[in-house]
């Protein structure tokens, strides 16, 4: 319906003087058109172009809503200082799904999933407006408690960032903050299970005293995952999580990540689209801080609604 507006602008803007700017039939009128006559046919012909692009680029092609949403983000705009780095973003994560959000660098992908739990509050130049609910619940509110929200929506980095703490300790952390344990038993019952849960236990059970830091990158990926799911989070966002991993650790994460969408809302960003393909149900192509499509991953891949979708999907730039 728009996109159909669209093109009948376009099309009004290109008949007559507005055909093609600087073309023969410009050069060569020689009739009363005055030079100003030129210039002013000229002129709204980029403008309206431009509009028209704009316009186009600023409908999601595909469907942003998600059936059974946990998080529901309307008109999402941020801005970091004069940048305007997010325009008009409409996106929900629905429950236990994964979304995988694609897009050339610089595009807005870290932007818009910080928005999320908020930590873009911690830049300092960054202004984030629009609507964002949890479960309905103003995100952004100023009595939401946002420790408990970065507990519930919980960030993995694309570098492992375990604290200089023991592996117990790196998983006891958020437990303990959040008062989840009643005791000793309670609180090793949680790192116990947080640590199996992200498949790493196995491999630490017998060394839970030693430093995080000391371990392999793809177990040290793990073990952020194990200390956020250790504090029960309803979503999960990971920013890049295997670009810091070698192939075998990023199978690992992957194979976790099927896993722990049975229980969590995960949205993941990657710059590979195999991975894309591999973990997400649901894939969405940001473009110059606009998200320019949405849907089904298995579409967007195979038959994209959007030429820059196309275009990104089939290599012609990134
Ligand atoms: N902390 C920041 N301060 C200023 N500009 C930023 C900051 N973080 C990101 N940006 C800008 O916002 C835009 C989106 O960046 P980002 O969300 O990091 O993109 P992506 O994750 O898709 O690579 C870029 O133009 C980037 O330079
Ligand atoms: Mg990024």
């Known amino acids: 319906m728009a996109k159909a507006a669209i093109m009948a602008r376009s ?59 946990v998080i529901t983000v309307r008109g999402c705009n941020v801005w970091y200082g004069e940048t305007h780095a997010l325009r008009d973003i409409n996106l929900d994560i629905g429950r236990n799904e994964v979304i995988a959000l694609i897009g050339p660098s610089g595009c807005g992908k870290s932007t818009f999933i910080r928005c999320l739990n908020r930590m873009n509050d911690t830049i300092e130049t960054a202004r984030v407006s629009g609507e964002f609910r949890m479960h309905g619940e103003d995100i952004y509110d100023r009595k939401t408690d946002v420790v408990l929200l970065r507990a519930r929506v919980g960030m993995v980095f694309q ?23 009643a005791n000793r038993a309670e609180l090793d019952e949680i790192v116990h299970s947080s640590l199996r849960r992200a498949g790493l236990w196995d491999e630490v059970k017998d060394r839970l005293e030693e430093p995080g830091t000391g371990l392999s ?36 994460i992957e194979d976790l990540i099927d896993e722990l969408s049975q229980n969590y809302a995960i949205a993941i960003v990657t710059h590979s689209m195999q991975q894309a393909a591999r973990v997400s149900r649901r894939t969405a192509y940001f473009h110059l801080g606009r998200l320019v499509e949405v849907d089904a991953t298995d579409k967007v891949f195979t038959n994209p609604g959007h030429k820059l979708t196309e275009d990104y999907v089939t290599g012609r730039f990134g």
């Open 11 to 69: 099309a009004t803007a290109g008949d007559g003087a507005l055909a093609d700017a600087g073309g023969p039939a410009l050069r060569d009128d020689k009739d009363n058109s005055s030079n100003m006559n030129r210039r002013e046919a000229r002129q709204p012909r980029i403008a309206i172009a431009d509009l028209a692009r704009e316009a186009e680029a600023a409908q999601t092609v595909g469907d942003f809503t998600a059936t059974d949403p």
């Open 159 to 181: 570098k492992p960032n375990p604290f200089p703490k023991s592996i117990y300790e790196n998983v006891a952390y958020g437990p303990r903050l959040h008062g989840l344990a």
């Open 217 to 252: 990158g793809g177990q040290q990926q793990r073990l952020c995952i194990a200390r956020t799911i250790a504090v029960s989070p309803e979503v999960i966002l990971m920013d890049e999580p295997c670009s810091a991993l070698d192939p075998i650790a990023t199978a690992r």
